[in-house]
T-cell receptor, first 114, second 110 residues
Framework: DTAVSQTPKYLVTQMGNDKSIKCEQN?????MYWYKQDSKKFLKIMFS???????INETVPNRFSPKSPDKAHLNLHINSLELGDSAVYFC?????????????FGPGTRLTVL | RKEVEQDPGPFNVPEGATVAFNCTYS??????FFWYRQDCRKEPKLLMS???SGNEDGRFTAQLNRASQYISLLIRDSKLSDSATYLC???????????FGKGTTLSVSS
């Protein structure tokens, strides 16, 4: 009965490759997020979607493309991976757009680019 | 000034100690404040929201000081299981996302 799940948990790949991370939530939430946590543990918002519509697109290279096929899923595709993309990527979800609502995080995907 | 700043620590305290962390924020119009807890190699989890009047949840007390633009987290009677990184979060200017601090690491020893 995992609330927010991500696959894969670990991803090791070569520079220049393209990879995807999947996220699913079964909480009935309508807002989903992608965060990046770098080696210095800084957790930063990348994207948010509400009802499949893009709400936030922070200053993220356009090699990163999120896709929300439905409210329960938000996937992240990364083209032409670079060394600096190595980080832990967390998906999160919440109910509605109100920022006061608790965000539930997935377990993270640890991406290592060699 | 960074949007959200925390002392990274680590704070090393014995069991039973009282420890407090502060988190400063730059946007005076911020309305939503939170403390999240993150265990090593795990996801962040909401510890508590921070209300204007301050709030308490068991051994944990959160307070907001709007004049000085900081929030605080007080942990009383520290337990070994409190060892973790504590992240503060504040809403962004548009109110659409959370901005997290880099976290304060707490280590409680017996």
């Amino acid at each position: 009965d995992t609330a927010v799940s991500q696959t894969p948990k670990y991803l090791v790949t070569q520079m220049g490759n393209d990879k995807s991370i999947k996220c699913e939530q079964n909480l009935g939430h309508d807002t989903m997020y992608w965060y990046k946590q770098d080696s210095k543990k800084f957790l930063k918002i990348m994207f948010s979607y509400n009802n499949k519509e893009l709400i936030i697109n922070e200053t993220v290279p356009n090699r990163f493309s999120p896709k929300s096929p439905d409210k329960a899923h938000l996937n992240l595709h990364i083209n032409s991976l670079e060394l600096g993309d190595s980080a832990v990527y967390f998906c999160a979800s919440s109910l509605g757009l109100a920022i006061v609502n608790e965000q539930f995080f997935g377990p993270g995907t640890r991406l290592t680019v060699l | 000034r960074k949007e959200v700043e925390q002392d990274p620590g680590p704070f090393n305290v014995p069991e039973g100690a009282t420890v407090a962390f502060n988190c400063t924020y730059s946007n005076s119009a911020s309305q939503s404040f939170f403390w999240y807890r993150q265990d090593c190699r795990k996801e962040p989890k909401l510890l508590m929201s921070v209300y204007s009047s301050g709030n308490e949840d068991g051994r944990f007390t959160a307070q907001l000081n709007r004049a000085s633009q900081y929030i605080s987290l007080l942990i009383r009677d520290s337990k070994l299981s409190d060892s973790a990184t504590y992240l503060c979060a504040v809403n962004n200017q548009a109110g659409t996302a959370l901005i997290f601090g880099k976290g304060t690491t707490l280590s409680v020893s017996s």
